[in-house]
C-alpha cells in the first residue's frame, strides 16, 4: 500500500511539472518573445532562435517525463528490476543528453547579444548553468541504468542458483 501510496505521489508530480511546462509553453514563452524583442530590438535573431530552442527543448523533456511515468508504472507492477527499466532509464539518459546540447548549442551562445546591450554578463553565466541541468539528469540516469542492469543480472543469477 505504501509504495502505491508514493508512485500516486510520483504520478502526481510528473502531472505537475508537465502541466507547468505545458503552461509556459502555451503563455510564458509568447509573452517571453514580445517582451524581449521590445527591450533588445537589436537582439531579434538572436531571441527567436532562444524561444525556438526552449520550444524544441519541451520535447525531449515530455518524453522524459513519460519515461519516467512508465517506470513508475513498472515499479507498480513489480517489474522494478527488469529490461524494461532499464530500456526507460536509457531513454531518458539520451533524451536529457539531447535537450542538453540543444541548450548548449542554441541557448546559450545567443544569450551573448542579450547580455551585452543588458550589460549584463552573469546572464550567460545562468544560461550555461540552465544548460547543464539536462547533462545532470542523464548522467544519473546513467549510473541508475548500470545499477540496474547490475541488479538484474545479479536476479537473473540467483533465479538460476535456485
Not at 500500500?1 to 502555451?26: D, N
Not at 539531447?98 to 546572464?123: H, K, R, S
Amino acid at each position: 500500500m505504501f509504495k502505491k501510496g508514493s508512485t500516486l505521489l510520483l504520478k502526481a508530480t510528473l502531472l505537475v511539472m508537465a502541466l507547468i511546462v505545458l503552461a509556459m509553453a502555451i503563455f510564458a514563452f509568447p509573452s517571453l518573445y514580445t517582451g524581449l524583442n521590445a527591450d533588445f530590438p537589436m537582439a531579434n535573431k538572436a531571441i527567436l532562435v532562444i524561444i525556438t530552442v526552449l520550444y524544441a527543448v519541451t520535447l525531449p523533456y515530455f518524453f522524459v517525463l513519460w519515461q519516467s511515468w512508465k517506470l513508475l508504472t513498472l515499479i507498480d507492477q513489480n517489474l522494478g528490476f527488469s529490461a524494461f527499466s532499464i530500456h526507460a532509464f536509457r531513454n531518458i539518459k539520451l533524451a536529457s543528453l539531447v535537450g542538453g546540447i540543444l541548450l548548449m548549442v542554441g541557448f546559450v551562445p545567443f544569450l551573448f547579444p542579450i547580455a551585452e546591450a543588458d550589460d549584463a554578463p552573469g546572464l550567460i553565466i545562468y544560461g550555461f548553468f540552465v544548460a547543464c541541468i539536462p547533462f545532470v539528469v542523464s548522467v544519473f540516469a546513467a549510473i541508475l541504468e548500470m545499477l540496474f542492469q547490475n541488479a538484474l543480472q545479479m536476479k537473473n543469477e540467483n533465479d538460476l542458483t535456485i
